[in-house]
């Protein structure tokens, strides 16, 4: 028989990270209680990343050494930017998947990515890929500013040769508020923490461990890692000492790096398990909000990525609380007239440009084998100029160099100056484009680049906003 | 292979505002201002006009769509007049449609006319626009200094210049400009600038400074032409004729071909290598006399120098800085003081130019006015470095 279970994974953590003492600093004047929260640092996304983006770059990473596109796709998120527009169409679309793809956008609770790895592990004989992201809304001063973070996370599941093993899962469900938002509330409205975690957090998640231990036939003391989105260090532990689990399993789930994700965090602290755990490993991850979602996995031990490391390194740490307001909209700049330009989309060309934009799909010269953005009718190879020998070619995956650049501090943009140049890809191609994650004076002509599905433009007016791909420092290549 | 219009059609008569921060002028005002003194100056009636062009480029922010405004202003007796936008090569392309018409023999005198009220849109610099609905999907969100300071960067890494010795030849362009400017009455920006002033001012887009960019104005200007003949028959002597006028807009080769490497502008190269064919300039460096380039950033005169030909490849840099290009040196550019003093009413700057070439032929430049100038060139460039229309136009004397 086939094994099931996660084929491969990918997370992304955003560049930007905002020095936790650094919130204090800014707001302690406010609630002095936050003083006990000022360590660490917690990851946040830049004014032109949201769950869609951070999504679409987990995916990526999950997907590189795919050997079939996956027969569903499935985002979850309690901030996915669209209401009504499937958010996971937007992923899809980013990732260049084919269309003949079953899609759904699932939110609601914080289990939202558990529980469509569950939805995954139920349909075995169908591969889905499990994207799930966060960018959280907070509200200055609060515990949650200091400890939740944004980021994403995503896992392919199908029979193959797993990395971990599905074995079995165990759900419940009681509508305890611990926290909730609505759209009158804009942010979290959270409850006392004490009784959240003695009344809420460690009953219910006990219970479920339990019911799914004895399902198992696991003991508690066997299970060698622990993934799971706690309301704190200290809960988790506690959580640890009423299971019977190993304290040590349950020890650095990303919250003194990221912060809380919300319902990519599971799946972060999933992947940060995979990283490090051997064979034979039995994996316990577990979701909480309104009950609890509880699955067991086994690590094959293999193909180990250190997924978790590639994703936290290279951050930068931030340390002006105006900044992080501004990354997130909190604060209200007086941006100038360039910011009034109507950035109405054309919904007739985006849908019929759709590989193009959010695909970054270009053409190839059939006759002189020449990439070009956008794909035209006639080859731009002024040596060619041949008429429809194009084939699609997709940009997106390809490396470059800046052949050119600018930091522009006339141009609008809510993270001031603008970057934008020309970027020359190493298979071929030149596109004039924006960048991203470069700090002031890091771009060069000659760095390397690679590319990141970003927010392109907001449209205030309509409360749309669209996609393009940006200009990065490559990974691995040397900053500055 | 076509002969081309050297020598078809003269210059008989041309006007220009003051150009500047005009608050109180309408663009009727402006148009009104710049035609008196062209027909004033070609000695003609005008009813004696037979067609117009009108070079407008921010219609809605300025004084409409189509050419109807010019016929308005100066209510013309309902001749042909057509509104031409080529972004700012503008005024260059009303000039261009009135000389192939009377070379084309479909008319013996038309006017072009090049108008834009800047200072109405209530930007510094040049105001936000669409670039249609697919390229807003993926183009940046660019302003012209950060376009153009890409040269900059480019260009210093392709010669291993230091980014400040660069930024010096670039100092060097903007103080001469003002040198000439201010000299001019009709330049808007009048005051001299020293090195240090201009290498101190705040960055507008990395590697330029604010006095690395042109003005922002309002203004018009214009010209009459007409076949030889007729500007003899109307007592002149010594006519200025239109030697070559050349346009090359970008195929789309420097936005996504790697062939071009960023440090020049191509369409500027192939305007010029048509522009000099058609004037018969087998050595430009011999036989022009003055340029006045599109000096909508600092950057931008240093590589047109080399791409004109006027400078090697790599070396605009030095010559600049040599001189070469100042008001004594042995070409010298901007004499009027350039965009960067005049600023940039995109629909008015071509014709600006030309005016300033047709006087400079006449020997009217008063004290810009240089020594025995045969030919001038006049050169515009619509656009950002990487997709752009470049325009030239060459003039001379014809005894």
Redesign the interface.
Known sequence: MAKFGVLDYGVYVPRRRMARRAIFDAVGWAQGGLRAYAKGERAFAAWDEDAITMGVEAARSALKSAASAPHTLAFASTTAPFLDRQNAGVIAAALDLRSALRSMDIGGSQRAGLSAILSACEAPARSTLVVAAEKRPVKSASVLEMMSGDAGAAMLFGEGEPVAEFITAHSTTVDFVDHFRTEASGADYSYEERWVRDAGFLPIVADTIRALLQRARVEAGDVARLAAAAPSVAALRALAEATGIRADAAANQFLDTIGHAGAAHPMLAFAGALDVAAKGDLILILAFGQGCDAALFRAAGAGRKNEMARAIAGGAREENYAKFLAASGRLDIDWGMRAERDNRTAQTVAFNKSRDIYGFVGGVCSACDTPQFPRSRRCVNPSCAALDTQKDYRFADQRGVIKTFTEDHLAFTREPPLLYGNISFAGGGNVFMEMADFAPGEAAVGAAVEMRFRIKDVDTARGFHRYFWKAAPAEGAAHG | MAEGIRDKVAIIGMGCTRFGERWDASPEDLVTEAFEEAVADAGINRSELEAGWFGVFYDEQNVGKSAYPLSQYLRLPNIPVTRVENLCATGTEALRGAVYAVAAGACDIAMAMGCEKLKDT????L??R?KG??E????????P???F???A??Y??KHRLAITDLKRAMAHVSWKSHENGALNPKAHLRKRLTIEQILEAP????P?GVFDCCGVSDGAACAIVARPEIARALGRDRLVTVKAMQLAPS???E????????TYTLTTRKAAARAYKEAGVSDPRADISLTEVHDCFSITELVLMEDLGLSDEGAAARDILDGRYDAAGAIPCQIDGGLKCFGHPIGASGLRMTYEIYNQLLGRAGERQLANPKFGLAHNLGGI??RNVAAISIFGVKS
């Open positions: 209530g930007f510094a610099g105001p936000e669409t609905t697919f807003d999907l993926y183009q940046p969100n660019f302003t200094p950060g376009a300071a890409q040269l960067a480019a210093a890494a960055t507008v887009a990395y330029l195929n789309g080769v936005m996504g071909h790697q062939s071009w490497d960023g470095p990487n």
